[in-house]
T-cell receptor, first 111, second 113 residues
């Protein structure tokens, strides 16, 4: 079952600009995670935000979580060509190690 | 180096010919999982395992088998592959614990003719 839905499906921006991706989900969660996937490769964990947190930072990444709206956003500041990838959100529900994934946002950074 | 390995990375086979995709992790993780990734559908879980000899179905288990005889290995078996199993497959692992990230293998691209 698909829980998260990312928006937009694709995003193309100039290097140096900020990129914002959104994720919406349907049921209550324990935590929400963001992953990056370079073309055809394995996913790499970026950041995890717990249900009782509202914002989290990691380097150029900023994640927000609004549990009342069941949504999260991932902001990448000062984008670089190396940020070109697909970004997925995944939600974990209570007492559960299972992750439910969205379909991803494809981000292209133009030099 | 801490990692999840999968073999083979690429496989082209024919309908009905049994195959196994291996997965191994060196991080002493209890939890291991198999996903398939298809365009526009994100990742869908096939099977997962919480520990040795403990396996459970995910969202799309039909046509697949798994085993967990050792903590580090979690092979995916397709007894009679069909074309609708053509996909990109990922193995992942994590420590048991509510907030733990999953570590992914590099993927296996399977084509069933």
């Amino acid at each position: 079952s698909q829980q998260g839905e990312e928006d937009p499906q694709a995003l193309s921006i100039q290097e140096g600009e900020n990129a914002t991706m959104n994720c919406s989900y349907k049921t209550s969660i324990n935590n929400l995670q963001w992953y990056r996937q370079n073309s055809g490769r394995g996913l790499v964990h970026l950041i995890l935000i717990r249900s009782n947190e509202r914002e989290k930072h990691s380097g150029r990444l900023r994640v927000t979580l609004d549990t009342s709206k069941k949504s999260s956003s991932l902001l990448i500041t000062a984008s670089r060509a190396a940020d070109t990838a697909s970004y997925f959100c995944a939600t974990a529900m209570d007492s559960n190690y299972q992750l439910i994934w969205g379909a991803g946002t494809k981000l292209i950074i133009k030099p | 180096e801490a990692q999840v390995t999968q073999n083979p990375r690429y496989l082209i086979t024919v309908t009905g010919k049994k195959l196994t995709v291996t997965c191994s992790q060196n991080m002493n993780h209890e939890y291991m999982s198999w996903y398939r990734q298809d365009p526009g559908l994100g990742l869908r879980q096939i099977y997962y395992s919480m520990n040795v000899e403990v396996t459970d179905k995910g969202d799309v288990p039909e046509g697949y088998k798994v085993s967990r005889k050792e903590k580090r290995n979690f092979p995916l078996i397709l007894e009679s592959p069909s074309p609708n199993q053509t996909s990109l497959y990922f193995c992942a692992s994590t420590l048991l614990g509510t907030y733990n990230e999953q570590f992914f293998g590099p993927g296996t691209r399977l084509t069933v003719l």
